[in-house]
């Protein structure tokens, strides 16, 4: 499947894309529901959770909030719906990866 989008110039390297390409696929099979306001985190895990956004069957009902420029560019790309975070009652899900925790999670 080609993306359009930030892909074209990736330098991540393939091994670590697979892997983000799974979580990704997990997370949103997991807790993503239609309906849903999701805030995006930022990252190349984010912008996998995105791209396997795009063939979640309930993605025209979603409302996204992007955090950074990247993950704005590939929501766009996707099909996904954006909206601006600060006037939204609630936010369902948010979906972050923190990519700097130490082995004792700090």
């Not at 697979?18 to 993503?32: D, P, R, S, T």
């Not at 704005?72 to 009652?89: F, I, Q, R, T, Y």
């Amino acid at each position: 499947m080609v993306h359009l989008g930030l892909e074209e110039t990736n330098w991540i390297p393939r091994s670590f894309q697979e892997g983000a390409k799974n979580l990704a696929k997990e997370a949103v099979e997991y807790f993503a529901r239609p309906n849903q306001v999701i805030g995006l985190g930022s990252g190349p895990i984010a912008a996998a959770i995105v791209r396997e956004m795009a063939n979640f069957d309930g993605k025209e009902t979603l409302e996204c909030i992007p955090t950074s420029f990247q993950i704005e560019l590939e929501s766009l790309c996707n099909a996904l719906k954006l909206v601006d975070g600060k006037g939204m009652p609630e936010i369902d899900l948010v979906l972050m990866v923190p990519m700097n925790l130490t082995p004792n999670l700090t």
